[in-house]
C-alpha cells in the first residue's frame, strides 16, 4: 500500500483556500473595473485624490495629478485612474501570494485562512470597495519589494541574509526614490509606512557586530533624511487657499474630468463646497481634527470594538505566521518561553509600535480603517518574511537570559477549535469600515439583518437607541 503523507489533507485544505481566494479576487476585478472605467464605481474621494496636481503650485499629493496629465492624451482620467489602480493591487496582490508560497508548507491551514480572508488584511480592500484605489496600496509594493531586498538564499541549514554593505546598497532605490514619491502622492505615506521599513532596516543592521549603536542611528539618519525632507516641505509649504483649490477643481472640470458645476462656490460652508478629495486641500489642521473630536461616543465606542477585535485577530494570526516559519530557528535548542517572547517581540515591534506612531492620524483624519488596515496589512506582510524572522530570533537569542527561560520544549503551535470559530466569526461576519464620518457598517450579512430585526424591536429602541448612536445596522 502506497504511503500517504500526513501534510497531505493539509495540502489539499490550503490549495482549496487559495483557489477560493482567487475566485474572490477575480468576481471582483471582472465586477468592479467596467464599472470603476465607465461608470461610477470609483469613490468620488478616490478619484478626486488622484486628480490633485501641480497646476496652483506645490501642494500636497500634487504629484498623481502630473502623472494622469501626461496619460491624458491617451485615455480619459477616469479610465486612466481604474487601470492603473487595479494594476496596482493586482500587483499586490500577486507580491503578497508570492510571500504566502514561499512558505507554503510551513502555514497551518488555520494561518492561510487568516491570512486571505481576514477583513484587516489585503481583502479589506474587496469587501469594502469604497476604500479601493487609494494610494496607500502603493506602499504595499515598496515594502515588499524592501523585503525582497533581504531575500539571499534558503537552504536546508539556515537562511542566509546579506551583509549590511549589499543591504545599504539595494536599499538606496527604496530610501531615494520610492518613498519619497510616494509621500508625494500622499502625505500620510510618511507616518505609515516609513517606521516599518526603519525597523526592517534597523533590524539588519543591528546583526553586524562591526556597527556600533552611533554608527548605526547614523545610517538610519541618513538612509531616510530624504523622505524627512519631503515630508517637511509638505508640511511647511504644501498648504493652499480656497482659490487655489478651486483652480485646480475648475482645471479639471474644463477638461472633463468633473461634471459641469462640480466646483461651483454655494458660499454656506467652504469646507465641503467642492468635490471629494479636493475640499480638504484648504483645510488647517484644526480644522481637519474637529470632524473627528466631535463624533458621537456611540461612534467613537463601536470603533474601539471593532479596531481592538482586528487587531487582537490580527496580532495573534500574525505572532502565529511568526512563530511558524521560525520553525527552523525555534526547533534549535529553543523553547516554549522563547517561542512566546519571539511572536511578542514581532506583534510589538511591526504592529504595536507603527500603530502608535501613526495615532496622529486617527485624529487628523475620519478614515480610521484606512490607517488601521495599513498597519494590519504592512505587520503581515513582515510576519510573513522569512528573513525578518532569521533575523528577529538571531537578535532575541542574543538578549535572551537562557537561565530564566523554562526548559520546556518547543512544539509546532495548534489551534482549538475556539481558535476556529472565532476566526470564522470575524472572517464572515465582521468587517472593518474604512472611514467613519456619520455612519457606518461593521456586520456583515447574515448576522447584520438578524441585529437589524433585533435592533427594531421596541423595547430594544427604547433602551439602547434613545441616545445618539450613529451605527447602522441595516
Keep these: 500500500m502506497q504511503h500517504v503523507p500526513a501534510d497531505k489533507p493539509d ?10 481566494f482567487f475566485c474572490l479576487f477575480i468576481w471582483n476585478f471582472l465586477h468592479w473595473l467596467p464599472r470603476d472605467m465607465f461608470g461610477d464605481g470609483l469613490s468620488i474621494w478616490v478619484y478626486t485624490d488622484w486628480l490633485i496636481d501641480y497646476s496652483a503650485g506645490f501642494i500636497r499629493r500634487g504629484l498623481s495629478g502630473e502623472l494622469l496629465d501626461m496619460l491624458r492624451p491617451l485615455a480619459e482620467p477616469r479610465i486612466v485612474i481604474a487601470l492603473l489602480t487595479w494594476s496596482i493591487f493586482c500587483v499586490a496582490v500577486l507580491g503578497y501570494i508570492r510571500s504566502i508560497a514561499r512558505s507554503f508548507r510551513q502555514l497551518s491551514p488555520f494561518a492561510l485562512t487568516a491570512l486571505l480572508f481576514l477583513p484587516s488584511l489585503l481583502p479589506f480592500y474587496l469587501y469594502d470597495h469604497e476604500a479601493f484605489g487609494r494610494k496607500e496600496v502603493l506602499g504595499f509594493l515598496i515594502l515588499l519589494w ?9 537552504n536546508a541549514e539556515s537562511i542566509e541574509l546579506p551583509s549590511a554593505g549589499q543591504y545599504l546598497r539595494r536599499i538606496l532605490p527604496v530610501v531615494l526614490l520610492l518613498l519619497p514619491v510616494h509621500v508625494l502622492m500622499h502625505e500620510t505615506a510618511f507616518l ?22 552611533r554608527r548605526r542611528l547614523s545610517y538610519l539618519m541618513l538612509l531616510y533624511f530624504p523622505v524627512l525632507s519631503v515630508f517637511s516641505a509638505l508640511y511647511f509649504f504644501g498648504r493652499l487657499d480656497m482659490e487655489a483649490a478651486l483652480s485646480i477643481c475648475t482645471k479639471w472640470e474644463v477638461l472633463g474630468a468633473l461634471e459641469p458645476g462640480a466646483c461651483s462656490l454655494s458660499g454656506r460652508d467652504t469646507m465641503w463646497d467642492l468635490p471629494g478629495s479636493l ?4 483645510w488647517t ?25 482586528m487587531g487582537y485577530s490580527t496580532a495573534y494570526c500574525g505572532g502565529l505566521v511568526a ?52 498597519a494590519c496589512i504592512n505587520f503581515m506582510m513582515i510576519a510573513l518574511s522569512r528573513e525578518i524572522n532569521h533575523a528577529e530570533c538571531a537578535l532575541g ?66 433602551c439602547l437607541f434613545a441616545g445618539s448612536c450613529n451605527i447602522r445596522l441595516v
Design 323 to 374: 512563530r511558524l516559519l521560525a520553525g527552523r530557528d525555534l526547533s534549535r535548542g529553543a523553547d516554549a518561553f522563547f517561542a512566546g517572547r519571539h511572536s511578542m517581540r514581532m506583534q510589538t515591534r511591526y504592529l504595536l509600535f507603527p500603530l502608535l506612531l501613526a495615532l496622529p492620524l486617527y485624529i487628523l483624519g475620519w478614515d480610521i480603517g484606512r490607517w488601521f488596515a495599513v
Design 192 to 213: 505609515l509606512f516609513v517606521p516599518a521599513h526603519a525597523l526592517i532596516t534597523n533590524s539588519v543592521l543591528i546583526l553586524d557586530a562591526s556597527i556600533g549603536r
Design 285 to 309: 489642521i484644526p480644522q481637519a481634527a474637529s470632524l473627528t473630536l466631535t463624533l458621537p461616543a456611540g461612534t467613537v465606542l463601536a470603533w474601539i470594538a471593532v479596531c481592538a477585535v
Design 11 to 20: 495540502s489539499l485544505v490550503k490549495g482549496v483556500l487559495v483557489g477560493i
Design 146 to 154: 524592501h523585503l525582497r531586498i533581504l531575500e539571499v538564499g534558503i
Design 279 to 282: 475640499t480638504t486641500l484648504p
Design 397 to 462: 537569542r542574543s538578549n535572551e537570559e537562557t537561565g530564566r527561560a523554562s526548559r520546556v520544549p518547543y512544539f509546532k503551535p495548534r489551534v482549538s477549535w475556539l481558535g476556529w470559530l472565532f476566526l470564522l466569526i470575524v472572517t464572515f461576519f465582521i468587517r472593518l469600515p474604512h472611514c467613519c464620518y456619520n455612519e457606518f457598517n461593521i456586520f456583515s450579512q447574515p448576522l447584520r439583518s438578524l441585529l437589524g430585526i433585533i435592533a427594531r424591536l421596541p423595547p430594544i429602541q427604547s
